[in-house]
């Protein structure tokens, strides 16, 4: 039995509890709350160990945006940008263990094993310090889960739309007959839709950590050839501007915050865990090694070409054996980031379309694969229709991640930690992950439209 089917009835017992004069006790004889061990309670035959589960925290942040992070760095300049990865990175891993730390204090409280992020909000405002809005827990939880889908569902669409512009660049190099024929780019969308479709009926989280442990070699090997071709075309890095305008530097953070943030994973992948204790040591490792590769990768790839920078950035690579090589391992790996980000979508989709297949016994299965088909279509559709990601890269960064990475997490922590009567101190750190997630919001949005 998952917490998506007994939330309900959790949160209305701790109300009950919080509201009635009995004794815990009467509850749960002979157990006190405090003693309440999620991690015991959990049953999962396909739980993750720290390298699998950190595996997937690296490739679900180094994703598409780490292609287009040196054209970031020429929006921001060679300093601005350096120091405005790390500032972003700390911000980003602290939000993602506060969201696992505010996870963890609610299992404990209304006693389920896991949650997902829109649970979470909805258990944080439905049993909140703020008794007013308790009532309007559901619409939370709604507004939260679509602003996820509408994340998401935009990178998938972007994954699918570079993934198709490597193949065709490459295919069409390698092979004079298939040059002839000039297929557009929506047409290689259709055909790639093929080869994702296979990794996307992967239903157990599980067994998507071979693909995903392959995808972390890949982007190492991308990262440091990359960093090879920059540096062969690097001349005078004093030419290249310590910082630029102020928009620009809030088109640096758009690009950087898509290229990062890994919220919609965290819980996923907490609740995954063998040892979900440990979640948090799993968020700091992985993202020091996001942060690092985002760096290196748009360091060296603004050094090398400068303001001539385009993405991705395979595109600046001579066309020989070894880049070819190279970009075919970055559409492999982005395939294979692609089926980790569908999972998340899909998930809150099913939760509700699921429920009328209950009914039919050992037919589940096979309508959630059905469902899976047509969801990918709809993304197909999509990146068809919308076939140039450089401005939607940072609206999504800008306004999804900094709502749903900062803005939201910030708020269901001062909720959860008033419950716990924790100190003054982490309510103002909170405040200033929701206060720098709008500033980010506001400032991208304006950087768009000027």
């Known amino acids: 039995m998952t917490s998506l089917k007994t939330l309900q009835e959790e949160i209305s017992e701790f109300i009950q509890r919080e509201e009635s004069t009995v004794a815990s006790s009467h509850f749960y004889p002979g157990i006190e709350l405090a003693d309440y061990d999620f991690s015991n309670e959990r049953h999962n035959p396909y739980a993750t160990n720290l390298l699998e589960a950190t595996s997937y925290l690296v490739k679900g942040c180094l994703g598409i945006g780490i292609l287009s992070m040196h054209e970031a760095f020429m929006f921001g300049g060679i300093l601005a940008s350096t120091l405005g990865a790390i500032v972003i990175g700390i911000i980003l ?72 512009y490597t193949i065709k660049t490459v295919t ?155 970009q075919f391992l970055v559409a492999t790996m982005l395939a294979a980031t692609f089926a980790i980000q569908f999972w998340v979508p899909f998930r809150i989709v099913w939760r509700y379309i699921g429920k009328s297949h209950d009914v039919v016994f050992g037919k589940r299965t096979r309508w959630e694969r059905f469902y899976r088909v047509i969801y990918l279509l709809f993304i197909t559709c999509l ?30 922590d001062i909720l959860v930690m008033c419950n716990a009567g924790q100190s003054s101190r982490t309510v103002l750190k909170d405040l200033f992950i929701a206060i720098s997630g709008l500033v980010f919001c506001v400032g991208g949005m304006y950087s768009l439209y000027i």
């Open 93 to 164: 891993s602290t939000s993602m263990a506060m969201l696992v730390n505010s996870a963890q204090k609610m299992y404990t409280t209304i006693r389920v094993t896991r949650l997902s992020y829109a649970d979470l909000c909805e258990a944080a405002i439905a049993i909140g310090p703020l008794r007013k809005l308790r009532r309007y827990s559901k619409i939370f939880r709604y507004a939260v889960e679509c602003s996820v889908f509408l994340q998401m569902t935009g990178s998938c669409s972007i994954y699918q739309i570079v993934i198709a």
């Open 172 to 326: 069409e190099f390698v092979s004079a007959p298939v040059n002839e024929l000039q297929l557009s780019l929506r047409t290689y969308i259709f055909i790639i839709t093929i080869p994702l479709l296979f990794l996307c009926m992967i239903r157990t989280w599980k067994y998507l950590a071979p693909f995903s442990i392959v995808a972390d070699l890949f982007m190492g090997i991308c990262i440091i050839t990359t960093m090879f071709y920059s540096i062969s075309e690097a001349g005078d890095i004093i030419k290249r501007p310590l910082w630029k305008t102020v928009p620009g530097l809030f088109k640096f953070f758009g690009i950087c915050l898509f290229s990062m943030d890994g919220i919609p994973l965290v819980l996923p992948i907490e609740n995954n865990m063998r040892s979900p204790h440990h979640a948090p040591f799993v968020i700091h490792c992985g993202m020091v090694m996001v942060c690092m590769a985002t760096i290196a990768t748009g360091f060296f790839g603004y050094w090398g070409w400068g303001e001539n920078c385009r993405s991705p950035i395979t595109i600046h690579m001579p066309l020989e054996t070894i880049p070819i090589i190279l």
């Open 383 to 412: 990146s068809t229709v919308f076939s140039q990601p450089d401005n939607t890269m940072i609206f999504l960064g800008n306004f999804f991640v900094s709502l749903n990475s900062l803005i939201i997490p910030g708020l269901i």
